[in-house]
C-alpha cells in the first residue's frame, strides 16, 4: 500500500524540516511548497491526503490560501490544519471559520500534530458513513431517507433546506459563515447573494417550529447549530 501523501505550505526551512523528519517517522509521504501559489498548484495535481499550512507565508496569507482551497470544486475535500504562532483565540476561531479543519499553535510538539493528523484522517474514512442519522434537541435527520422530524413527526423540507439543516447538524456547536454554507448547499458556481442563506434559514427555522431555537444566528457572520 503507498503511504498517505501530506502536503505541507510553509515557508520556514527550519519547520519544514521539523514536519518532514517527524510526518515521514509517522509514515507519510510528503511534498512541499513554500508559497501560496505553488501550495494551490501542488494541491490540485497531488490531492493530498491532508494539509498541513502555515498561517504566515509570504505574499499570501495562510487564511487566504485555507479559502480558496475549500471553495475549490477539486480541493475542498482534503482535510486542512493550520498551524499559527498567534495564539489569540480570534484567530483561531477566524482559522476555522476559514474552513480549516483544525489547527495546532506554533510552538506545537510534533507528536500532537501527528495525532491530530491521524485523528482528521480516520474522521474523514468515516465520513463515508455520512448516511448516517444526525440528531438535536427534537430533531433528527436521516440522510439516507432524505427525511426529518421534529420529536417524531415527518417535516417537509426542500432539498436546499435538507442541505443546509444536514450541514449544521454535521458542524455541531461550529459557526458556518453564510458564505461557506452557499459555497457548500448551492456549489461553487452559483453566483447568488449571501442574503439568500437567510432567507432559506427563515423558511427553514418555520417549518422546524420550536425546535428552530437550535439553530443560532452569529450576527454579520452566519449560522450555527448550539452545542449539546
Ligand atoms: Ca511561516
Redesign the pocket.
Known amino acids: 500500500m503507498s503511504s498517505t501523501k501530506i502536503l505541507i505550505i510553509?515557508?520556514?526551512q527550519d519547520?519544514i524540516d521539523l514536519l518532514t523528519l517527524h510526518l515521514r517517522k509517522a509514515g507519510f509521504a510528503l511534498s512541499t511548497a513554500t508559497d501560496g501559489a505553488s501550495g494551490l498548484r501542488c494541491a490540485r495535481e497531488e490531492l493530498p491526503a491532508l494539509i498541513v499550512l502555515?498561517?504566515?507565508?509570504p505574499k499570501m496569507p495562510g487564511l487566504e490560501i485555507c479559502r480558496l482551497l475549500k471553495t475549490d470544486i477539486t480541493t475542498r475535500q482534503i482535510p486542512v490544519i493550520m498551524?499559527t504562532?498567534k495564539a489569540e483565540e480570534i484567530d483561531r476561531i477566524v482559522g476555522l471559520e476559514f474552513g480549516a479543519d483544525d489547527y495546532v499553535t506554533k510552538p506545537f510538539s510534533p507528536r500532537e500534530l501527528v495525532l491530530r493528523i491521524n485523528a482528521i484522517l480516520r474522521r474523514g474514512k468515516g465520513e463515508v458513513a455520512e448516511e448516517k442519522k444526525l440528531s438535536f434537541g427534537q430533531i433528527t435527520v436521516d440522510p439516507a431517507r432524505h427525511h426529518v422530524a421534529v420529536g417524531g413527526k415527518s417535516v417537509r423540507l426542500t432539498s436546499v433546506e435538507f442541505k443546509l439543516l444536514s450541514m449544521l447538524m454535521q458542524r455541531q456547536g461550529r459557526v458556518q459563515a453564510r458564505d461557506r454554507l452557499l459555497n457548500e448547499v448551492w456549489g461553487y458556481e452559483s453566483v447568488i447573494d449571501t442574503r439568500t442563506v437567510d432567507t432559506h434559514v427563515r423558511r427553514l427555522r418555520k417549518k422546524l417550529g420550536k425546535a428552530s431555537a437550535a439553530i443560532e444566528t452569529v450576527r454579520g457572520f452566519g449560522y450555527r447549530i448550539r452545542e449539546s
Open positions: 510553509e515557508d520556514e519547520m502555515d498561517l504566515m507565508l498551524l504562532a
